[in-house]
């Protein structure tokens, strides 16, 4: 059997919702496809979107969408197994609409923003698997094979939405043959904690959260880590350089342990009862990395694209996912319109996304991954800003106080640095 459709979504992750929803609002045809039960069952990130696209797509989204708390506190951690530097920054604008980050669970965000596409007419088929893409006699894409018994759908334009290591991209042969995947693994566990003990801990009120970031808490292996209150638990995690992490013959699961350990993090989970481990792979190449991202009769959005700034110590995706989804459905709204699904009939799609932050978000960053997850960033720099801290804060009594430029070029050289790599490096994280 086969069914017709003016799109097939392949995927029902953020960009898959994003681009169904705006697929069927134009009054097109469009099928959601899930392997999952339901959307977002299986999905895993670490926990805070950032929703501003999500203005534009769904107006007044923080009335409806299944939010944990409002992120208003930010932290930026520099660690070494028994030192932390922190960056804590909080505003009381980020409580309030149009808010900035928010921490929710996929498996409510995910059902929740699928669940607009629906209502707006997109038809959602769950526990469905595409194996293929369909071609017709020239070669041209018609559709997606599926692992159901009448499993075949047709329609001119296909988006793939399928996630990291995209196989629909790959067999569209989007991504160049040979190109290295440039993949690190997240690992994540969440702790049941009572909600006011996160609001003692955290020194947060009401739906108030907090997204702390580190760095330096990895053994050296390029990555970072994550910690974000939900409502009445904490997800903590570490983001991992997957050959490092080979060669190290290290268990994630293990780099999480000292995580918990750590002088400056103990406290805020001790107690907590594990109740998920989840691990997914992250794409971490940024813009020179990402694929082809139109052909004939196919997008590709969101992490199936790389699309995914996850440079090790900060993790963004559900916002460039649902960015690059919504303007992968307009177009291909725009050119079921005209009859035209070629490549240059789905242009529109790439000029959206050079327009907007999700490609130019990318270009300005394409060297961030490089810059924070190499070796100075990774362990020099926390070792010698804790030394150099530990120096300036620490009473010396009757010695007289080391000065400033001393204490530096101290714990530069115990580390490592040079002076000159450290100014090259502040200017490039500034240009950044
Ligand atoms: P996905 O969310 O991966 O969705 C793909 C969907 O396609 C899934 O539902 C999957 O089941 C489905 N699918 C795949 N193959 C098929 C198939 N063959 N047939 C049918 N369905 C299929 N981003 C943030 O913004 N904030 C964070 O805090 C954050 N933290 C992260 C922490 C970790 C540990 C990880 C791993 C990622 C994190 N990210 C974070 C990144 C974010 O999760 C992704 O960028 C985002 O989910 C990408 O959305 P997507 O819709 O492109 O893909």
């Not at 692992?147 to 790959?170: E, H, M, Q, Y």
């Not at 991202?293 to 110590?313: E, F, N, R, S």
Request: aromatic share 6%; glycine share 12%.
């Amino acid at each position: 059997g086969i069914t017709t459709f003016d799109a097939v979504v392949v995927g029902a992750g953020p960009a898959g919702s994003a681009a169904a929803l705006e697929l069927a609002r134009a009054g097109h045809r469009v099928a959601l496809v899930e392997r999952g039960s339901f959307p977002g069952a299986k999905n895993v990130y670490g926990g805070v979107v950032y929703g501003r696209v999500l203005d534009e797509l769904v107006p007044e989204w923080w009335e409806q969408a299944p939010v944990q708390r409002w992120v208003t506190r930010r932290q930026t951690m520099m660690m070494t197994p028994t030192q932390s530097m922190t960056v804590d920054f909080r505003t009381e604008a980020w409580g309030r609409p149009p808010y900035n980050g928010a921490t929710a669970h996929r498996g409510e965000f995910d059902a929740w923003l699928a669940g607009k596409a629906e209502q707006a007419g997109a038809e959602l088929l769950t526990s469905t698997v595409v194996t293929g893409l369909l071609r017709g006699v020239r070669g041209e894409i018609v559709g997606v094979r599926t692992d159901r018994p009448d499993g075949d759908l047709t329609a001119p334009v296909v988006i793939a939405c399928d996630g990291v290591n995209s196989f629909l991209a790959k067999e569209a042969g989007m991504y160049p043959d040979g190109q290295v995947e440039h993949t690190t693994l997240g690992v994540k566990e969440t702790l049941a904690l009572p909600r006011e003990t996160i609001d003692e801990r955290f020194a947060v009120r009401g739906r108030e959260g907090v997204d702390i970031e580190m760095v330096g808490c990895t053994r050296g292996i390029p990555g970072g880590g994550f910690l974000y209150t939900n409502l009445d638990s904490v997800s903590i995690g570490v983001v991992l350089g997957l050959t490092e992490l080979g060669k190290a013959g290290i268990r994630p699961e293990e780099i999480i342990a000292d995580l918990k350990r750590h002088p400056a993090i103990a406290p805020l989970v001790r107690g907590g009862e594990i109740t998920e481990f989840s691990a997914h792979l992250i794409p971490e190449g940024g813009y020179h990395t990402m694929p082809k991202l139109t052909d004939d009769g196919i997008l590709v959005t969101g992490d199936a694209a790389a699309m995914c700034l996850a440079a090790g110590i900060w993790l963004e995706g559900v916002n460039f996912a649902i960015g690059s989804g919504m303007y992968a459905g307009r177009a291909a709204a725009a050119a079921l319109s005209t009859g035209d699904t070629s490549a240059a009939g789905l242009a529109g799609y790439e000029r959206s996304l050079r327009d907007t932050f999700v490609l130019a978000d990318h270009k300005k960053l394409a060297r961030a991954p490089e810059l924070l997850l190499g070796d100075r960033v990774q362990n020099r720099y926390p070792a010698m800003i804790c030394d150099l801290l530990e120096g300036v804060f620490q009473v010396t009594n009757p010695e007289p106080k080391p000065g400033m430029r001393a204490l530096l070029r101290r714990s530069a050289k115990k580390h490592g640095v040079r002076m000159r790599d450290l100014a090259k490096d502040a200017v490039a994280g500034l240009r950044a």
